[in-house]
């Protein structure tokens, strides 16, 4: 997976300590068709990062795929490859993956569970749709790390997040707090995902954190975001200085909508590839690391080779 786009929004926070004015308007982000990288090729809607925004929050990278038939398909199988400066959320609303890591993890993403994988300073994995799975649906997300954290060491975490019931909603919270739940799988930035499933015509208005901006991503029907319509694949931005944010679900069948949020990452990060780094100098060597280096550890138990780094571009890398 890649994300090799330039151009940023640089996100806005009160300097004098004040909360943030709200913003009350909804930006609404389509999504592109890319292409996964390995044997078998699959195609995503990405909706972050691009031009428009490269963040919110932490997040950094949003993939959206399916329902797909793994008869027609066939499936996911992302060959081993490599992180830097990120963790990685896997969240399924259908199907089943395999995953293995360089530390040693084995481990089956399911639907309503999280896997959260910690890339720091180095690590590689393989992605794999398991041979039950017929229909494959669902969500990778990516957080960057911040400037302290990047280099810090492998990790995996698991959480199955109990649903909660809120006025026509049923609530998943994977990571940060949200409807009087909390996730107990630590950050290392102020975040908060959750999948949301809403009745036909069902309204609900969460409290949210007004520090954080909220990017919401609409999967099935179609949601009315503070007053925003919001369509299937698409992802509403909404900046700080919220206390709340009304969803309507204006669809006669079940919406279902995933929503993240954070603080403003306000460093300027460098996105290339599998990379989260800060200058070129950080992405030219964990390339060459990947191609020739033992940084990102060894991946048992898949059959098949790995994924070959890229060229890098001609021009630097610039940060954004």
């Known amino acids: 997976m890649s994300g090799v786009d330039t151009g940023r929004d640089t996100p806005h926070t009160g300097g004098d300590g004040q909360a943030p004015e709200p913003d009350a308007g ?15 090729a699959m195609t995503v809607r990405r909706t972050l990062p691009q031009r428009a ?7 950094c990278f ?26 990685t959320v896997s969240w399924l609303f259908s199907g089943e993956i395999e995953h293995r890591d360089s530390l040693g993890s084995h481990a089956f993403v399911r639907p309503g569970e999280l896997n959260l994988m910690t890339g720091g300073h180095g690590i590689s994995h393989t992605e794999v749709s398991t041979p039950g799975t017929t229909v494959l649906h669902g969500v990778q997300l990516w957080v960057a790390l911040p400037g302290e954290h990047r280099d810090t060491g492998r990790d995996f975490r698991h959480h199955a997040p109990n649903p909660v019931h809120r006025d026509g909603a049923v609530i ?11 996730s107990p799988v630590p950050t ?19 409290d949210t954190d007004p520090a954080f901006e909220h990017g ?7 949601v009315r975001m503070a007053g925003t319509l919001l369509r299937g694949a698409e992802l509403g931005y909404l900046g700080p200085g919220n206390d709340k944010v009304t ?27 599998n990379f989260v780094g800060r200058t070129h100098e950080d992405i030219s ?25 890229p060229q890098l571009p001609t021009t630097r890398l610039r940060p954004r």
């Open 247 to 273: 969803l309507t679900n204006e669809t006669d069948a079940p919406a279902r909508v995933v929503l993240v949020g954070g603080t403003p990452f306000e460093e300027q990060i460098v996105m290339w590839w």
């Open 188 to 206: 290392f930035t102020p975040l908060l995902g959750a999948e949301i499933v809403l009745e036909p015509h069902a309204t609900t208005t969460l």
């Open 216 to 222: 919401l991503l609409v999967d099935r029907g179609s």
């Open 172 to 182: 998943r919270v994977f990571l940060g707090s949200l409807a009087g739940d909390t």
């Open 26 to 40: 909804v930006d609404v982000l389509t999504a592109r068709d890319v292409p996964l990288g390995g044997p078998r």
């Open 62 to 87: 949003i993939d959206h795929y399916g329902p797909d038939d793994v008869a027609e398909t066939g499936g996911m199988d992302v060959a081993p490859h490599p992180h830097i400066g990120l963790q």
């Open 53 to 59: 925004r490269t963040l919110i929050g932490a997040w």
């Open 285 to 309: 060597q964990a390339r060459e690391d990947w191609e020739h280096g033992t940084r990102f550890g060894v991946v048992e138990g898949y059959d098949g080779d790995r994924i070959p780094a």
